[in-house]
């Protein structure tokens, strides 16, 4: 069964393509469903690469009417990837009951650390940040707002070797998606990046071995996300490779998040 449920549009300033292209290359692909889930804007605040929040209501508006408009070839839903805040938990809230989403992607690339500050991955000085960062992934995985925690090993891309602030910061990620039943995403963008040149050797930046060879065996669902940004990286080979190297690992593939069958 093909499916996706990360998929970016042109909206977020980084990606192109509109949502009706990226519902044509799911059909011309044979996609059985096809989840959008651009960058999510805040009220308040510019985090900077994503839609504006006055986009918000036409960005939904515009998955609706493509719901409607190809029901019989494709199920569509509207989601947003999105960084979690505990101030905004009213606004998650919103989205959810009265924004008219479908479901929430947890993308955490800043958060808020135990200062009150907003810290970006990619400004770490080391493995030391990554337990904090760790934490703030638990708690918005704790919240119970998203149905996908995306890419939870994206910090491993910078460039500091395995330590134990890495197997700690692992074990707080998978403890709280195990105990919350959450999916966590293999991400094919860590493919189509290739690999990189680390301390301790050539990796991709993520996918992480070390951290999925820790979910493997857990009660933990995981799905494939595209993590598309243009109508052609919807499913290219990199998808094919992702699978294959989620089932070489033997981890708990599933392809539909709302099946109920993936009670676990």
Known sequence: MRTNFHTHTYRCNHAWGTEEDY??????????????????PFPDRDFGLRMQYDELADYVGTINELKER??????IYSGLEIEYHKKYNDYYDFLLKEGGLDYLVLGQHNYTDSYGDIRYISSFSGTEDYPEYAESVAEAIESGFFKIAAHPDIFYKNPFAWDENCEKAADIIIAAAERNKICLEVNANGFRRGKSYFPDGMRFQYPVDRFWKKVRGKNINVTVGSDCHTAEQLWDHHIDAVYKYCKDLRLNIIYDIFSKENDL
């Open 23 to 40: 519902v044509l290359e799911a059909i011309k692909n044979g996609l059985f469903v096809l989840g959008f889930s651009d960058h999510g």
């Open 70 to 75: 190809f029901a019989d070839r494709l199920k």
